[in-house]
């Protein structure tokens, strides 16, 4: 790395609370960039190394960093906590680096930055005295560099120092030919998807492979069938977070207590398109469970990002991530281990993943309850209204669509 670089770096190392660190020191004999420990509140300053003390976790919130004190349980410092944090404030902005090291602390946070725009590197596992880090990070989220630790340095300068086309590419047919590859060796179609949406996911693959024209990156497309895997993933939109917007949940609950108060034989039946990796079904279960405990519930949850539906199915979620379920949903809910909080069996159960193509695939049928809070608002128009006249077919009578507040059929 040069000796300024234009960023800053946060270490966060795994250490027993009672373990002192000698790591900034060791670090600063080894640099020329500036090594301090991290203090509460600090702001984030290019060209300084932070270390995370022992026994804290550490946030990034406003251009500061903010230290809490770490859980009884689990890796301290939490990899996941800082990667969710990142994800959340200042994901175009942010690379997550997960190197070696026991357990799979950072694969769930480095899957959230990655899906919110950031991007994420992992250390080559063979190159590790302790690969399973790395190859959980590697397993979970779709990384757009593994490399030995000698070739992250330049892989780090380059990526700051690539220039990309701006906001669309200067030939249309080049950006169709790009979208057109995909659709044919994926059978995913974009281009009904808003323009700025896919333009940005597509200048993060010529960042990360280090194309600086969209024509060399339709060679490389040409040369490279993996590539075209990882651009379809990377398009695929797969955030979500458990009980995003409390207050709609509550009012959808009130409705349903109004209407489906009653006990009655079938079941209640609940479709999530755009599933993602499950948060949204999960607490859908979980609430409607609580609030109609008289009926059966059947959720049917289905996204094209096959890499998401399988973490849906695991149901394992970081600590972060589950700490936004309400208390009273909560208890008994999810079962701790090493690996983060799964999902009770008994809600599992009640929640069925499948790979389904909204646009192409035949729809579910005699449903009552669709929740789409996080799929209009990245399609175009025509299709906004396309979907729309599907939900209405899909929905019993008196059927509620439960949308995101941002997601109209011209957003």
Same mark, same amino acid.
Request: net charge positive; hydrophobic share 40%.
């Given at each position: 790395m040069p000796p300024n670089p234009a960023c800053c770096f946060v270490i966060a190392q795994h250490l027993s609370p009672h373990h002192v660190s000698l790591l900034t020191t060791l670090l600063a004999r080894e640099t020329p960039i500036p090594v301090v420990q991290l203090e509460h509140r600090a702001e984030a300053r290019t060209g300084v190394i932070y270390v995370t003390p022992p026994s804290r976790n550490v946030t990034f919130e406003g251009d500061r960093f903010l230290l809490k004190p770490t859980s009884e349980r689990g890796p301290k410092p939490s990899i996941d906590t800082l990667l969710f944090s990142l994800a959340a404030n200042a994901p175009t902005r942010s690379t997550g680096i997960i190197l070696s090291g026991s357990g799979s602390d950072g694969s769930l946070g480095a899957r959230q930055l990655k899906t919110a725009g950031g991007t994420v590197i992992a250390q080559e596992p063979k190159t590790a005295k302790y690969p399973s880090m790395p190859q959980a990070a590697i397993a979970a989220a779709t990384v757009d560099a593994v490399l030995p630790p000698g070739q992250i340095g330049a892989y780090l300068t380059k990526l700051g120092g690539v220039s990309v086309p701006g906001p669309a590419p200067h030939s249309r047919s080049e950006f169709d030919q790009i979208l057109?590859?995909?659709?044919? %060796?994926?059978?995913?179609?974009?281009?009904?998807?808003?323009?700025? $949406?896919?333009?940005?996911?597509?200048?993060?693959?010529?960042?990360?492979?280090?194309? %600086?024209?969209?024509?060399?990156?339709?060679?490389?497309?040409?040369?490279?069938h993996?590539?075209?895997?990882?651009?379809?993933?990377?398009?695929?939109? %797969?955030?979500?977070?458990? /009980?995003?917007?409390?207050?709609?949940?509550?009012?959808?609950?009130? $409705?349903?207590?109004? *209407?489906?108060?009653?006990?009655?034989?079938?079941?209640? *039946?609940?479709?999530?398109?755009?599933?993602a990796t499950g948060e949204e079904a999960y607490?859908?279960?979980?609430?409607?469970?609580?609030?109609?405990?008289?009926?059966?519930?059947?959720?049917?949850?289905?996204?094209?990002?096959?890499?998401?539906?399988?973490?849906?199915?695991?149901? $394992?979620? #970081?600590?972060? %991530?589950?700490?936004?379920?309400?208390?009273?949903?909560?208890?008994?809910?999810?079962?701790?281990?090493?690996?983060?909080?799964?999902?009770?069996? *008994?809600?599992?159960?009640?929640?069925? /993943? #499948?790979?389904h193509d909204l646009l192409r695939d035949p729809l579910f049928l005699n449903i009552d309850l669709v929740s789409c809070r996080n799929l209009l608002i990245y399609l175009q128009p025509h299709l906004q209204e396309e979907v729309i006249r599907k939900f209405h077919h899909a929905l019993n009578p008196g059927g509620i669509l439960f949308l995101g507040r941002s997601e109209n059929l011209q957003s």
């Amino acid at each position: 790395m040069p000796p300024n670089p234009a960023c800053c770096f946060v270490i966060a190392q795994h250490l027993s609370p009672h373990h002192v660190s000698l790591l900034t020191t060791l670090l600063a004999r080894e640099t020329p960039i500036p090594v301090v420990q991290l203090e509460h509140r600090a702001e984030a300053r290019t060209g300084v190394i932070y270390v995370t003390p022992p026994s804290r976790n550490v946030t990034f919130e406003g251009d500061r960093f903010l230290l809490k004190p770490t859980s009884e349980r689990g890796p301290k410092p939490s990899i996941d906590t800082l990667l969710f944090s990142l994800a959340a404030n200042a994901p175009t902005r942010s690379t997550g680096i997960i190197l070696s090291g026991s357990g799979s602390d950072g694969s769930l946070g480095a899957r959230q930055l990655k899906t919110a725009g950031g991007t994420v590197i992992a250390q080559e596992p063979k190159t590790a005295k302790y690969p399973s880090m790395p190859q959980a990070a590697i397993a979970a989220a779709t990384v757009d560099a593994v490399l030995p630790p000698g070739q992250i340095g330049a892989y780090l300068t380059k990526l700051g120092g690539v220039s990309v086309p701006g906001p669309a590419p200067h030939s249309r047919s080049e950006f169709d030919q790009i979208l057109e590859r995909i659709n044919l %060796s994926t059978n995913i179609d974009f281009r009904g998807y808003k323009i700025n $949406t896919i333009t940005r996911r597509i200048q993060q693959r010529l960042i990360a492979t280090r194309c %600086s024209t969209y024509a060399g990156y339709l060679r490389l497309l040409d040369e490279n069938h993996d590539e075209i895997q990882q651009l379809a993933q990377n398009c695929l939109i %797969s955030v979500t977070n458990f /009980f995003r917007d409390p207050a709609a949940f509550e009012s959808l609950l009130a $409705t349903l207590k109004a *209407r489906h108060g009653q006990p009655v034989a079938e079941p209640f *039946r609940v479709w999530v398109p755009g599933c993602a990796t499950g948060e949204e079904a999960y607490s859908l279960a979980l609430a409607i469970a609580h609030t109609l405990p008289h009926r059966r519930l059947q959720i049917f949850a289905t996204d094209l990002d096959e890499a998401a539906i399988a973490f849906g199915r695991k149901a $394992t979620y #970081a600590a972060p %991530s589950v700490k936004d379920v309400p208390a009273e949903y909560a208890a008994g809910a999810f079962i701790e281990s090493v690996n983060g909080f799964q999902v009770d069996r *008994r809600i599992r159960e009640r929640v069925v /993943f #499948a790979r389904h193509d909204l646009l192409r695939d035949p729809l579910f049928l005699n449903i009552d309850l669709v929740s789409c809070r996080n799929l209009l608002i990245y399609l175009q128009p025509h299709l906004q209204e396309e979907v729309i006249r599907k939900f209405h077919h899909a929905l019993n009578p008196g059927g509620i669509l439960f949308l995101g507040r941002s997601e109209n059929l011209q957003s």
